[in-house]
Structure formats: structure tokens, C-alpha cells
């Protein structure tokens, strides 16, 4: 009997990091094509020629690409050279997107990223469920922001200022307790 290597143990990525990589674009959370493509491990060329032979499994919602404008705008923030680098726009994937990715990408380290990835959006779903006057901040944040910021570390800085604050103090219990002596 042979012994099934675990996937999930041979690329551990901190879900930290993947959440760090989803933008707000669109007023959708996003993560770019060549973000996820070094997640896989492959070129974004790659990745992009498996996405337009499958377009079919990619409505508007899933995935979309970035206006001239756009893309412009994410070129004069990474520094991209005007005599290199890429030259059309980058597809963006939404978290169905980045799910339907896994059936267009084979490879074991493609579906063990999804499912990473996947974890991530939920999480952080999970956190702005669970923080309500965060989330309130975090739309008014969301709303005011004109470049492709990464809104999840604003998140993590609103989330560090909460951990700065002075715990509550240790509440006295009530009652009997065995260990006090009358």
C-alpha cells in the first residue's frame, strides 16, 4: 500500500500573504492575474493563454480586464518600463473566478492555491461580518480611495490599532469558590 503525499504540507504560503494580494476594483475583491500566476507557480502568460481557451467559463463576474486607463494608472504605480514588461492590460479574477481557475489549471500546486485563495476571501468575509463598525470604516476607507491600494492592508493597519488597545480588565467572579477559606 503506498502512502498519498499530502499536498496542502508541500506549499505552506501564510493565508496573510494571499489576503494582502486582493484589491478592491470595480467595488469587487480581486486578485490580478500575475499575482495568482506566482501563486501557481506558472508564467501569467501562461495562465492567460488557459483563460481565453476556456472564456466560456469566465463571465464578466468571474474575471474582467483592466481598461487602458487602468492599467495605465497600475503601470505608474509598480514602475513598469516603458521598453518592457507587459503590454496589455491584466485580467483580474473574482473569488468565483479564482474558483473556476482550478478547473482550468491541472496542476497539484493550482488546486492547493485555490483552495488557499478561496480560504482567504472567506476569511476575510468572516472578519468584516464579524467586526461590524470595522466594516463600516473599511467601506468609508473603500469609498475614498482612488488608486488600487490594497484595501486588506488597511484592514491589517485597523486591526493592529485594535490590538493596541489597553485589555479589559479581569472581571471578579461571583459566589463560592473551594479554593477561598471562610
Do not use: C
Amino acid at each position: 500500500m503506498t502512502k498519498k503525499k499530502s499536498l496542502s504540507t508541500s506549499y505552506i504560503i501564510p493565508i496573510e500573504q494571499v489576503a494582502r494580494q486582493i484589491y478592491l476594483i470595480h467595488d469587487q475583491k480581486v486578485m490580478f492575474d500575475f499575482d495568482l500566476a506566482e501563486l501557481y507557480n506558472v508564467p501569467t502568460k501562461r495562465l492567460n493563454e488557459q483563460v481565453s481557451r476556456n472564456l466560456a467559463r469566465f463571465p464578466n463576474d468571474f474575471m474582467f480586464q483592466l481598461t487602458p486607463k487602468e492599467f495605465t494608472n497600475l503601470k505608474s504605480q509598480i514602475a513598469t518600463s516603458s521598453w518592457g514588461g507587459r503590454r496589455t492590460p491584466p485580467r483580474v479574477f473574482t473569488e468565483q473566478g479564482v474558483a473556476m481557475l482550478s478547473s482550468v489549471l491541472k496542476s497539484g500546486r493550482a488546486v492547493q492555491m485555490n483552495i488557499l485563495i478561496i480560504r482567504a476571501f472567506v476569511k476575510l468575509r468572516e472578519m468584516l461580518a464579524s467586526h461590524k463598525d470595522l466594516a463600516e470604516r473599511m467601506e468609508k476607507i473603500e469609498a475614498s480611495q482612488k488608486s488600487h491600494a490594497s484595501v486588506i492592508e488597511l484592514l491589517a493597519q485597523e486591526i493592529d490599532q485594535m490590538k493596541e488597545l489597553p485589555p479589559e480588565p479581569e472581571k471578579m467572579r461571583i459566589g463560592f469558590s473551594p479554593s477561598q477559606k471562610p
